[in-house]
């Protein structure tokens, strides 16, 4: 069974940085594409950012690009997302994702294992 771990949330003020990191234990993570999503409150979970098996290719949500940056570490079985320049509308609990296909996976449906998330609060 695979089991995705996040940790890393917490409070920031805009213009900050922190960094989530997302541990799967069960399988080895190079088995996996792996994914971040976001909800906040009253609105639908949406994708963030997602990094390819290999590690070779990354894709972003436009909201997020040139801000944070997925990156993943196989030998500690973890992946990250690095978040900087962070603003009040990044507010929200944060998920990673495990697919087991080979591709850059957008939506909810491609993946396969969910973390239970962890929550990022950015203050004005």
């Known amino acids: 069974q695979v089991q995705l771990v996040e940790s890393g949330g917490g409070l920031v003020q805009a213009g900050g940085s922190l960094r989530l990191s997302c541990v799967v234990s069960?399988?080895?993570?190079?088995?996996?594409?792996m994914g971040w999503f976001r909800q906040a409150p009253g609105k639908e979970r949406e994708f963030v950012a997602t990094?390819?098996?290999?590690?070779?290719?990354?894709y972003y949500a436009d909201s997020v690009k040139g801000r944070f940056t997925i990156s993943k570490d196989n030998s500690k079985n973890t992946v990250y997302l690095q978040m900087n320049s962070l603003k009040p509308e990044d507010t929200a609990v944060y998920y990673c994702?495990?697919?087991?296909?080979?591709?850059?996976?957008?939506?909810?449906?491609?993946?396969?294992?969910w973390g239970q998330g962890t929550q990022v609060t950015v203050s004005s």
């Open positions: 994702a495990a697919d087991r296909n080979y591709r850059l996976g957008l939506t909810i449906g491609e993946y396969d294992y």
């Open positions: 990094i390819r098996r290999s590690g070779g290719s990354t």
């Open positions: 069960g399988r080895t993570l190079s088995r996996y594409g």
